[in-house]
């Protein structure tokens, strides 16, 4: 593979040509960019050969894994019959309508509705259209404010973005879409007060939500946007207490209740959505990533039949629309995608075999000197690095010494994401005892050298 694909010569051009996302360009001109080349069921290779198994599903998204031939074929197939056609003009096709029955299916029961995009940023603006403009349908139109939550990301796009809570977007957003507040994040181990119990503190953070509402005037929020976990955050678990008192705020207050579902759609923490496993009843969900595994771009949001009754109940335009909205190559995609996830059996096998092994395997470094806490739930997971176990304390300069680890991950052919020094995974829904075995070995090994590393910064 090394000769075939010219490592240097690719990074060279990428420099010259490529501005990547989320990333300080200089440095990245002067280190290059690793060079992913291939994909096979669990791993992916780079141009030296090198051959790593993915924690991160590529980013939350590859959900059967890599290589499926099945999707290639579906995408194939759908180009020579229909390659595109657009959803504006009163048309359709039948791999939007397919996908769109399918995914209705799966839903909870009062969704039976999609509107498509091509990216979850996408999908969330879209979502900020639908909550707005379902008000003035009904005759509130003051109704604007979606209050959401520090630290949650939702998108990168102008409105997703400011409804997202991450400093560092919202500082590169000049300035910021109005009409979004944001509340505390349900981040028990580094948010709660000494002594408070994570059932109580998962309480005092659903309540920031009503204390905003009431700040705002009740009659002025239209919604509250949430991600069932916060994924992008650090994969941060409500308490159980959490999400039942957000249920009850939403519905005291009548507002709408948007779960932003980009990561936890799909299987990801056992159940088709996560709003099922939370017990909660979101108006609209937003995906992306995983409906098509991430072959193809493909997002939407499922809308409940209360806002479909009112934007029935108008007799006019919706102004919203994407060029790629249902394009029948993704929609053809997605719907294999779905038949394969079934036929593999792969959102209960989360709930029954891989979720339990990523929990197992995460509670083999709880006692690690440099871990302060492991949590999961399903397919996703999270390792804390702190300089001290006993007080939480965290190292200077935040982010430095995920990055230490993360890099020792990647030498030893296995990838997790460093979220500041929070290390955290989502692998593909495929992984076998032999892929956790895998990835307990290399843990173990990329913490020790991080720990050596760092250890003259540990509390004695
Ligand atoms: C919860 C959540 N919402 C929205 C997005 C934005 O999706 P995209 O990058 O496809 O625009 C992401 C991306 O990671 C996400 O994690």
Redesign the pocket.
């Known amino acids: 593979m090394s000769n075939r694909f010219q490592t240097k010569q690719i990074q060279q051009l990428d420099s010259r040509h490529h501005l990547h ?1 989320f990333t300080t360009h200089q440095s990245l001109r002067t280190a290059g960019p690793r060079v992913i080349v291939k994909g096979e069921g669990p791993y992916i290779f780079d141009s030296e050969g090198k051959r790593i198994l993915d924690g991160m599903a590529g ?2 998204t590859t959900n059967i894994g890599y290589g499926s031939k099945e999707l290639a074929q579906a995408a194939y197939d759908q180009m020579v019959e229909l390659p595109f056609y657009n959803t504006f003009f009163k048309t359709t096709h039948p791999p939007v309508v397919a996908l769109s029955r399918k995914l209705a299916e799966i839903a909870p029961p009062n969704i039976n509705q999609v509107f498509y995009g ?7 603006d879209t979502a900020i259209r639908l909550i707005r403009h379902y008000w003035v349908l009904k005759g509130e139109p003051k109704r604007r404010i979606i209050i959401s939550r520090r630290n ?6 102008i409105a ?1 973005g400011s409804m ?1 809570g991450m400093p560092h977007v919202h500082a590169h957003t000049y300035p910021l879409y109005e009409g979004f507040r944001h509340v505390i994040d349900p981040y028990w181990y580094g948010e709660s007060f000494a002594g408070e119990t994570p059932e109580a503190f998962g309480l005092r953070a659903a309540r920031a939500f009503e204390e905003e509402i009431l700040r705002s005037g009740p009659e002025n929020v239209a919604a509250i946007a949430a ?1 069932p976990v ?3 955050g650090g994969v941060k678990i409500a308490p159980d207490s959490y999400w039942p008192e957000v249920q009850r705020i939403v519905d005291k207050y009548g507002i709408l209740l948007l779960a ?5 759609g799909f299987g990801r923490v056992g159940t088709w959505f996560a709003s099922e496993y939370y017990g909660i009843r979101p108006n609209l969900i ?1 995906f ?2 995983a409906a098509t595994s991430g072959y193809i ?1 493909l ?1 939407g949001v499922l809308v409940d039949d209360n806002i479909v009754e009112a934007l029935m109940a108008e007799n006019d335009d919706f102004n919203h629309g994407y060029t790629f909205s249902g394009h029948p190559v993704a929609c053809a995609v997605a719907l294999k995608n779905l038949e394969i996830m079934e036929r593999e059996r792969l959102v209960p096998r989360v709930k029954e075999k891989t979720g339990p092994a990523l929990a197992k395997l995460l509670a083999r470094f709880k006692d690690h000197p440099l871990v302060g806490e492991v949590r999961s739930v399903g397919m996703l997971g999270a390792i804390e690095l702190v300089a001290d176990k006993k007080t939480r304390k965290r190292f200077a300069d935040p982010g430095r010494v995920g990055l230490i680890c993360r890099d020792h991950f990647f030498r030893e052919g296995f990838i997790m994401r460093a979220v500041w020094d929070t290390m955290v995974c989502a692998p593909p829904l495929i992984w076998t005892d032999a892929e956790f075995e895998e990835a307990g070995a290399v843990i173990q090994k990329a913490l020790d050298m991080t720990l050596s590393d760092v250890k003259g910064e540990m509390a004695a």
């Open positions: 996302p980013l939350w091509s990216s979850g940023s996408e999908s969330n949650a990301y939702h998108g990168s796009t997703a997202g991600e916060q994924g992008a932003d579902e980009v990561i936890t937003t992306a990533k771009a997002s």
